[in-house]
Each structure stands twice: as structure tokens, then as C-alpha cells.
């Protein structure tokens, strides 16, 4: 049973920094990456990162989110600055990780509240 565990959520204010981070409990991790899910709106890819193909991140981000990762400790994160109001939202953990097989794991979410 592969495990995601984030950390880092919480309220601030509109311009301040928050960053998340998230650590899988599994050897073999491909991509790893971030969504969120706002009130009424489905989940969105805010960023994603790959040895293959390194960093990609959603257009409202791009400049503001830097997305990073430390394969010796399966760990991805998102350091968020220049924070909105529209930034708010439940923040997902995702990697696409192999046990006995290769399958996408979702963390259980970290609360972001952005006040304006």
C-alpha cells in the first residue's frame, strides 16, 4: 500500500509564501506532482515533475509556483509565493509510482486558504 503524506497547508494572507511538501512510501516513483480542488470546481494540475520531462505547471501558476524533488527521499514540493485569493483550495499530492506494478496515488489533501 503506497502512501502519500503532505505537509504544509495553512491560512495566509494574499502575497506571503506557503510551501507544501509530500513524501510517497514507495522506492520506485516516476512523476510526482500537485493538484487542487476549489469549492464547486473540479481538481486542476497546478504542477507536475518528472525525471523524463522535468517541470510543467498550469498557466495561472507559471512564475509564482516552483514545483522540486528529492528522489533519495521520494519527496516532491511546491514552494507557492505571490499567494491569491484564487489560489485557495485543497491541495492533492500525485505520483505514478511501481510496486508489484506502475499506478497513480493521490495524498489526502492539505487545505490552502489565501485571505484577501
Known amino acids: 500500500q503506497v502512501q502519500l503524506v503532505e505537509s504544509g497547508g495553512g491560512l495566509v494572507q494574499a502575497g506571503d509564501s506557503l510551501r507544501l511538501s509530500c513524501t510517497a512510501s514507495v522506492s520506485t516513483v516516476g512523476a510526482m506532482g500537485w493538484y487542487r480542488q476549489a469549492p464547486g470546481k473540479q481538481r486542476e494540475l497546478v504542477a507536475v515533475?518528472?525525471?523524463?520531462?522535468?517541470?510543467n505547471y498550469a498557466d495561472s501558476v507559471k512564475g509564482r509556483f516552483t514545483i522540486s524533488r528529492d528522489n533519495a527521499k521520494n519527496t516532491v514540493y511546491l514552494q507557492m509565493n505571490s499567494l491569491k485569493p484564487e489560489d485557495t483550495a485543497v491541495y492533492y499530492c500525485?505520483?505514478?509510482?511501481?510496486?508489484?506494478?506502475?499506478?497513480?496515488?493521490w495524498g489526502q489533501g492539505t487545505q490552502v486558504t489565501v485571505s484577501s
Open positions: 500525485y505520483c505514478n509510482a511501481r510496486t508489484t506494478y506502475w499506478a497513480n496515488y
Open positions: 515533475i518528472s525525471n523524463e520531462h522535468g517541470a
